[in-house]
């Protein structure tokens, strides 16, 4: 069986230098806007863009084209393949021109569904920054089919670190105009997302062109393999949409909250992301080409599936759970640590914290779900995650809007801490996805998910963890954010994998032996 821990550690490692640059990117972007009215417009402009390349991209591409070329790859049928990745960039790059034209147009009417809390300035200053931000979308859904060849031919690290250069050029726009006013500096930093989103797409597109043999921008209408992509992109689609409909709701109630709900949805957002991207993402995009190969009689074809989603479940287990209850309990040390600069306060801290809090109810169920979506997608499966996916959205839009609107009120909160009802809200629909599609899975390949002894040794090791950092938190009172983080989140996990090897789990056994054997071999 075709080993997989190298692939989740290139992926990783890609994913891992373009979160800290997001993270940079967005410590740079609070201290130029902190909770401001610009802050809200442009994260929510972002939101559409972002919609489209999550729709059109990363997630349908994985679920839809990944298993079928990589398939091709594995039986080494190259010119198919070629034939294949060619008719699916042509039907990307018609699609996706044709939709930025009409979004362009159709701005105005757009944000009145994305943002009908904005009024004045604000909602025009929104509609202008998402006039901008589209003809970036055609790059980054591009970038999202260069991924899907990368990792299909195992070159991870590549395609997962080609954001760095979207958040370097964002990086490099807000310190060159830093001088200029909040309404202003956005609009250039609209520009500069574009210029970033045409980089992402030009760093990857030589070794696409090296590894895609054969490939030409042709329809290929007859061909059963571009086909069976297209059967498949329609219900991925429509599930990949029903997930990004659950963002657009919160971000939708968000906006009728006041001013800074949007920017700090926005903030705690890019911390739920890094442990979902690194340890989530990670092994799930390793695994999927590798499942989608998997080659043999139904049993034994259920049986790698079974063996592979088993241990990819641990592996992203011991890595959230711990991030979960930093997320937390340590909310704040966090948030302080990369946003506390220039316009983002100490209430702004803590107002992300509490947002961040809710986000940890559902961390777990969200990352664990994304492997067992891509265990039905390598089974060709599309149609199931779609079902589940419905319930999910039903779900986050009836108890999101209760936990955001009615009851801060009842309360006696103030409305702006309805965005941490928000998403705990979405985490608790999450739940239920997860179950869902659990047990179904189960009737196709058997038993699968983690043991009760993993989840409480976990929970257990976080816990203790938690406990040190709070007492070293106490001692310490509040100097500089960076060094209290450094002090404080140090302990959290030293504690945590110190309890963890204790208890015998059997992942930070292997990791830890792993470091030692790197440390002996380097004397």
């Known amino acids: ?14 994913i891992l230098l373009t979160r800290i640059l997001g993270l940079v990117r967005q410590r740079v972007f609070s201290k130029y806007f902190g909770l401001l009215d610009a802050a809200d417009a442009f994260g929510q402009a972002l939101r559409i863009p972002n919609f489209l390349q999550n729709l059109f991209g990363e997630g349908v591409l ?39 034209l009409i979004g362009v147009l159709a701005t105005p009417y757009l944000i009145y569904a994305i943002a009908p809390g904005f009024h004045g300035a604000k909602r025009d200053l929104t509609i202008r920054l998402v006039r901008i931000l589209f003809p970036g979308v055609g790059m980054l859904v591009m970038s999202a089919w ?30 060159a105009f830093r001088r200029l006013e909040p309404n202003d500096l956005a609009v250039v930093l609209a520009w500069g997302a574009v210029a970033g989103s045409m980089l992402q797409f030009l760093v990857q597109l030589p070794v696409v062109l090296r590894l895609a043999r054969g490939l030409r921008l042709r329809l290929a209408r007859d061909s059963a393999h571009v086909r069976q992509v297209l059967r498949s992109f329609g219900p991925v689609f429509v599930s990949r949409g029903v997930v990004q409909i659950s963002a657009y709701v919160d971000s939708l109630l968000a906006s009728l909250l006041g001013q800074g709900a949007v920017a700090g949805l926005m ?71 990369l946003f506390q600069t220039g316009r983002f306060t100490g209430a702004d801290t803590q107002y992300v914290w509490g947002i961040l809090a809710g986000s940890a109810v559902g961390l777990l169920a969200s990352t664990l779900g994304r492997l067992y979506a891509s265990t039905y997608y390598a089974l060709r499966d599309t149609r199931t995650p779609l079902r589940y996916a ?36 979405a985490g608790v629909a999450g739940w239920v996805e997860f179950l869902f ?5 189960q009737g196709k390949i058997g038993h699968t998910g983690l043991p009760l002894s993993l989840i409480a040794k976990l929970w257990l090791s976080a816990i ?60």
């Open 390 to 425: 419905v319930i999910r959205v039903l779900l986050t839009t009836g108890l999101g809007y209760f936990a955001a609107l009615p009851l801060p009120v009842w309360l006696g909160l103030n409305p702006r801490w309805g965005v941490a009802g928000l998403t705990a809200s």
């Open 146 to 175: 260069c991924l899907g060849i990368l990792n299909s031919h195992r070159k991870f690290f590549l395609s997962y670190s080609a954001g760095v250069v979207w958040n370097l050029a964002m990086i490099a726009t807000l310190i």
């Open 437 to 441: 599609l659990r047990k179904t899975l």
């Open 62 to 100: 994985s679920a839809s084209f990944i298993p079928v070329y990589a398939r091709l790859l594995a039986e080494r049928d190259e010119r198919e393949a070629g034939r294949v990745a060619g008719a699916i960039a042509a039907i990307l790059a018609l699609t996706t021109s044709v939709l930025v």
């Open 267 to 337: 903030n705690a957002q890019t911390l739920y992301l890094l442990p979902v991207s690194l340890f989530g993402m990670s092994v799930s995009a390793a695994e999927l080409p590798a499942m989608s190969g998997a080659l043999g009689e139904r049993d034994e074809v259920a049986a790698v599936l079974r063996e592979r989603l088993n241990a990819g479940l641990r592996r992203i287990a011991f890595f959230i759970v711990p991030s979960a209850m930093a997320f937390l309990a340590l909310g704040d040390v966090i948030t302080a640590a």
């Open 464 to 523: 203790g963890g938690a406990m040190a950092a709070w007492a070293v938190k106490l001692a310490i009172g509040t100097p500089n954010p960076i060094l209290a983080a450094l002090l404080i989140l140090a302990p959290y996990g030293l504690v945590y994998l110190g309890a963890a090897y204790f208890l015998r789990v059997r992942e930070c056994v292997e990791i830890l032996r792993g470091v030692l054997r790197l440390s002996l071999s380097s004397l």
């Open 1 to 14: 069986m075709e080993r997989t821990g190298r692939h989740a550690f290139l992926v990783g490692a890609g």
